[in-house]
Structures are given as C-alpha cells and as structure tokens.
C-alpha cells in the first residue's frame, strides 16, 4: 500500500465478522471507518424515504446506473481525502473492489462457515430478517452474483479480496489473525 494512503476495504457475508474485524482496525489502527452503506442511507434519505432494506436494494441499483457501479466507493473516498487510513466497510459489487483497488486499497473479505454464521444471527437476535435457515441462505445465494454490474454480488467481490479471513473460531482468534494481517499491510 501506499505510504502516503492506506485504504482498506472489508466484505463478506452476513454475521461473518466484518463489523468485529472493522471496529478492531479502527481501534487499534487508527483508520477512519466509513461505511458504504451509510452513504447509500444518506443519499435515500435525502430523497425523503426510509433507509429499509427494500429501499437499500432499489436505490443502490438506481443510484449505481445513474452515478456508476463503484459511486459508493468514489464518494466515500472523495469526502474523506483528508484521512491518511481509510477503511471502507460494505463493498457489494465488483465496480466498487475496481475503484477500492485503483485507489491503491486493498480488500480483506471476512467469512465462516454458514450454519456458525446462521447461530451468530441467532443469538444476536437480528434473525428477524429470515423466517429460516433456508431463506437466509436462499437470499445470500441471490445476492451472491448478477449479470447486472449495479447489482450486489458477493461472490464476485470476494473474488476479488486480496486477503482472506475466515472467521470460524472465538473473537480473540478473530482479532489476532486481523492484527497479524493489518501490522503486515502497514509494514510494522
């Protein structure tokens, strides 16, 4: 990475640890986090609607055909210039790793193993958004890839990811592999 900018980007599926892995970066890194999605929030209530996942897919899909595929990440990035660690959080499509990556960024996509993720939810009580373990997976596999670039697709993004954390084990394990990888980005 750049000496003069360090941007990192984080994805990967639902309660697959990204918020963990991000808040620990920030914390202990000194990175200024920005979320994606909070970008695409403002811009829908700047429109007068409310921010509900309905509202999240349609206008980012608007949005992205009208300012382009990796808009998020462009505006974030550029209401941010002042900010020497940049860590952007919420990269759904390809478009946006492009313009992370052109920007000298790196991508770490952060993951487990489904059933363990399906628990996580469970027990944060934030399953509210599935009626069942299958619909949870059946709106992760739609999610996952599109032929339309505006579109979320996951599995293209974390093909993308220049690292890989897999998030299968305690939180302490968690943040000692994002240590071990952050130090290493920044050559400490």
């Known amino acids: 990475m750049s000496s003069k900018k360090n941007i990192i980007g984080i994805s ?4 697959g640890g ?9 914390s202990n890194f000194g990175f200024k986090n920005i979320s994606t999605s909070e970008v695409l929030r403002s811009k829908i209530r700047e429109k007068g609607l409310e921010p509900n996942r309905e509202n999240m897919n349609k206008y980012g899909i608007k949005f992205r055909r ?3 595929a990796g808009f998020l990440v462009k505006e974030a990035l550029e209401s941010n210039m002042d900010s020497e660690k940049i860590l952007l ?10 313009v ?4 000298g960024g790196k991508l770490i996509e952060v993951t487990a193993d489904p059933k363990l ?7 944060r009580g934030r399953a509210g958004d599935f009626a069942s373990f299958e619909e949870f997976l059946e709106l992760e596999d739609r999610e996952s890839s ?6 979320p697709s996951t599995k293209e993004v974390a093909d993308k990811a220049d690292y890989l954390i897999y998030n299968n084990s305690s939180i302490d394990e968690l943040k000692k592999e994002t240590d071990k990888l952050i130090k290493n980005l920044l050559g400490e």
């Open 12 to 15: 990967g599926p639902f309660a």
């Open 18 to 26: 990204k918020d963990t892995v991000a808040e620990y970066i920030e």
């Open 66 to 68: 009208q300012l382009g």
């Open 89 to 98: 959080t919420g990269l759904r499509s390809p478009a946006e790793v492009d």
């Open 100 to 103: 992370l990556h052109d920007s």
């Open 117 to 123: 993720r399906w628990e996580r939810l469970l027990e």
């Open 146 to 151: 599109s032929s339309d670039p505006n579109s």
